[in-house]
């Protein structure tokens, strides 16, 4: 079972205002991601991350970005969400000292609506 | 470059059938080969994995074997069940950047009672 929790689960949010989407993961990876999903679409890589201070844009041009200050933690923020903006997010994290190879886990999701 | 084509749904099912979804790779090498399920309004999880050719990953009830020669690696059940209905993702992690994860655009799978 992975360990990778995000919050919050569900949003709704006006135009314009500023939203963070939290991520932690306790297993102790190095590696994690932000992905882009409409249900039960294809995953797009928006964001990722090989350790502290180390960022990256993904494949998906993206408005958000994304800080890591701590291994633990991973949050995606948008400055001024827009209706474009709804959509799922996956955070995700692979490598680490309790992963047997270079499998890569899931969190729940974020589910952003933008009014 | 290293990329995941697998068949397009929705695949629909009267439970207990047999269930095949397809999934073939390019990659140099031998890359790790993941087969992942997502639930409705859940994020992915993994279902199963194989590191080499010829390996068989299993769980649950589903196979899949690594298969170097055609470069494959098809989701199997041999009897499907209602709560199977989810969307299906294949994925590699290539060799030699196994930091990199590559995933197909998802079968949905709708099995009807």
């Known amino acids: 079972e992975a360990d990778i929790y995000q919050t919050p689960r569900y949003l709704v949010i006006g135009t314009g205002k500023k939203i963070t989407l939290e991520c932690s993961q306790t297993m102790g990876h190095d590696k994690m991601y932000w992905y882009q999903q409409d249900p039960g679409m294809e995953l797009h890589l928006i964001h990722y991350?090989?350790?502290?201070?180390?960022?990256e844009k993904g494949d998906l041009s993206s408005e958000s970005t994304v800080s890591r200050i701590r291994t633990e933690h991973f949050p995606l923020t948008l400055e001024s969400a827009r209706p474009s903006h709804t959509s799922q997010y996956l955070c995700?994290?692979?490598?680490?000292?309790?992963?047997?190879?270079?499998?890569?886990?899931f969190g729940e999701g974020s589910w952003l609506t933008v009014v | 470059g290293n990329s995941v084509t697998q068949m397009e749904g929705p695949v629909t099912l009267s439970e207990e059938a047999f269930l095949t979804i397809n999934c073939t790779y390019t990659a140099t090498g031998y890359p790790s080969l993941f087969w992942y399920v997502q639930y409705p309004g859940e994020g992915l999880q993994l279902l199963l994995k194989a590191t080499k050719a010829d390996d068989k990953g299993s769980n649950k009830g589903f196979e899949a074997t690594y298969r170097k020669e055609t470069t494959s690696f098809h989701l199997e059940k041999g009897s499907v069940q209602v709560s199977d209905s989810a969307v299906y993702f294949c994925?590699?992690?290539?060799?030699?950047?196994?930091?990199?994860?590559?995933f197909g655009s998802g079968t949905k799978l709708n099995v009807k009672p």
């Open positions: 994925a590699l992690s290539p060799l030699y950047n196994f930091n990199k994860f590559y």
């Open positions: 995700a994290s692979s490598g680490g000292r309790r992963n047997s190879g270079n499998t890569i886990y």
């Open positions: 991350s090989y350790g502290v201070n180390s960022t």
